[in-house]
């Protein structure tokens, strides 16, 4: 079963630093984009960075100059490193990777549970 895990999270206050981070399983065969994604209570799911397999970035203009994606292939793992953070950054943060499963098996999207990140004012 593919698995993606998220961790870190947590509470911060306003104009700190958190890291979230996210593991996807061995089952895997391989994994190209992986991205992160972020919903504030109550409200849609919006993405917030990418980051290619070959390492090229992309980031939402909400959190540009704020947030550094980062990812190990080796490891499997995607990391988002959270500076100067707000409020409104305050929600769930979920992993999300495009993948496949078997090296024959159609590419598709995968995701994680959701990392909670809270900060306070």
């Known amino acids: 079963q593919v698995q993606l895990v998220e961790s870190g999270g947590g509470l911060v206050q306003t104009g700190g630093s958190l890291s979230v981070s996210c593991t996807a399983s061995k089952t895997i065969f391989k994994i190209e984009d992986m991205r992160w994604h972020f919903q504030a209570p109550g409200k849609q799911r919006e993405w917030v960075a990418t980051i290619t397999a070959d390492g090229r970035s992309s980031y939402d203009d909400s959190v540009k100059g704020r947030f550094t994606i980062s990812r190990d292939n080796t490891k499997r793992t995607v990391l988002l490193e959270m500076n100067s953070l707000k409020p409104e950054d305050t929600g769930l943060y979920y992993c999300?990777?495009?993948?496949?499963?078997?090296?024959?098996?159609?590419?598709?999207?995968?995701w994680g549970q959701g990392t909670q990140v809270f900060v306070s004012s």
């Open positions: 999300n990777a495009v993948a496949q499963r078997n090296y024959d098996s159609d590419w598709r999207d995968y």
